[in-house]
């Protein structure tokens, strides 16, 4: 079955660690996103990629980094210089440009990391 | 600015007890409106899309509509299966498929 699979599931890290969050779809989706939730508030936008060996900055890039060296994997860095990385990460993807009804997000399932 | 808010933030329901969510926006060149479900610890999964003004979409107990400045999702006779986080989102006009989305509205259902 298509999907996307995020992981890990939970992570930690300790202050001035850098962390890599996976995240690879086999859906043949052109673009791919990263976001970021917090309770009480929406999805956040850190990252998109809507090409192979190409990605922009979201609402909230300060303190993550992005690569996108093949069309099924989009792998998120949270760097040290992210001082409240404490959230729920979401990775997803959808076709670019837009065709007809699917070109909704499919997500993933998300990785929470926690800072101890 | 682009703005989507959704009220109300939490609503508890009786089994049966038939209620309707609220997604307002304010943004400019309005692609596409988005429904979502999200249980906890898991990525929000789709509902409906919904294009125009008008437009109405229905999936089980779950019904959602559109206006030019809202959409709703009636939730008719709900169980407690239906318990979740309802995430609406709107796709705007620009270089990508940029979804803005709402904070959510946590529904429990109580039997």
């Known amino acids: 079955d298509g999907g996307i699979t995020q992981s890990p599931k939970y992570l930690f890290r300790k202050e001035g660690q850098n962390v890599t969050l996976s995240c690879e779809q086999n859906l043949n989706h052109d673009a791919m996103y990263w976001y970021r939730q917090d309770p009480g508030q929406g999805l956040r936008l850190i990252y998109y990629s809507q090409i192979v060996n190409d990605f922009q900055k979201g609402d909230i890039a300060e303190g993550y980094s992005v690569s996108r060296e093949k069309k099924e994997s989009f792998p998120l860095t949270v760097t040290s210089a992210q001082k409240n990385p404490t959230a729920f990460y979401l990775c997803a993807s959808s076709v670019s440009p837009p065709a007809g009804e699917g070109y909704g997000y499919t997500f993933g399932s998300g990785t929470r990391l926690t800072v101890v | 600015e682009d703005q989507v808010t959704q009220s109300p933030e939490a609503l508890r329901l009786q089994e049966g007890e038939s209620s309707s969510l609220n997604c307002s926006y304010t943004?400019?060149?309005?692609?596409?409106l988005f429904w979502y479900r999200q249980d906890p610890g898991k990525g929000p999964e789709f509902l409906f899309t919904l294009y125009s003004a008008g437009e109405e979409k229905e999936k089980e107990r779950l019904k959602a509509t559109l206006t030019k400045k809202e959409s709703f999702l009636h939730i008719t006779a709900p169980k407690p299966e239906d318990s979740a986080t309802y995430l609406c989102?709107?796709?705007?006009?620009?270089?990508?498929?940029?979804?803005?989305f709402g904070a959510g509205t946590r529904l429990a259902v109580h039997p």
């Open positions: 989102a709107v796709l705007i006009s620009g270089g990508y498929n940029k979804l803005i």
């Open positions: 943004v400019s060149g309005l692609r596409g």
